[in-house]
């Protein structure tokens, strides 16, 4: 029995692809006096897997969203674009990320899209041995007015990459869930 369950252990953790990045988002949208909201999270891994999980909610004249249960869908993504992808995830896991701390923020209430946005990715690529060695790192926050701690990379050029990354994933995340941009 025990040697039964240890081969099964073995054998799923190596069938176990490590997730290289995670972007959640949402999006937001109205159809007369109710309001629509998708929490979107999406991750892909080192085999290539682009998984989508979806919260939607809505709101009548009220406060309070109400949560369905999450969708999930899964996608190979070609080796093209799985290529720009992880090209974007190496550059962006050894980047230097800073940690600013506001005193002052303004009193503004942000929207679901706006306080939504969170990109982690594995940290410590090694280029060598063409593998991550670090763990899931969240290396940019929303920048609104209204956030006192703000994550993002310390250069420009890894910012930009980053924006750049956001928007890939989003689109690929949006087409595979049917949800027009």
């Given at each position: 029995m025990f040697r039964t369950l240890l081969i099964t252990l073995i054998l799923c953790s190596s069938s176990y692809a490590a997730e290289i990045a995670n972007y959640r988002f949402a999006t937001q949208n109205?159809?007369?006096?109710?309001?629509?909201?998708?929490?979107?999270?999406?991750?892909?891994?080192?085999?290539?897997m682009m998984k989508v999980s979806v919260s939607k909610g809505s709101r009548t004249n009220?406060?309070?969203f109400t949560f369905e249960e999450e969708e999930?869908?899964?996608?190979?993504l070609n080796s093209f674009v799985f290529k720009l992808l992880k090209r974007d995830i190496t550059h962006l896991s050894n980047a230097k990320v800073?940690?600013?701390?506001?005193?002052?923020i303004c009193m503004m209430m942000p929207?679901?899209?706006?306080s939504t946005d969170h990109l982690s990715v594995r940290r410590a690529y090694d280029f060598t041995a063409d593998e991550f060695t670090g763990q899931m790192e969240l290396i940019y926050s929303p920048t609104g007015c209204w956030i006192s701690r703000k994550i993002h990379p310390e250069a420009q050029r890894d910012q930009n990459r980053g924006n750049i990354l956001?928007?890939?994933?989003?689109?690929?995340?949006?087409?595979?869930i049917g949800q027009e941009l």
């Open positions: 109205y159809s007369g006096n109710q309001q629509f909201v998708n929490k979107i999270t999406v991750s892909v891994d080192e085999d290539s009220s406060r309070l999930v869908s899964q996608e190979r800073t940690t600013s701390h506001s005193q002052i929207g679901p899209g706006q956001k928007a890939k994933l989003e689109t690929l995340a949006l087409r595979l």
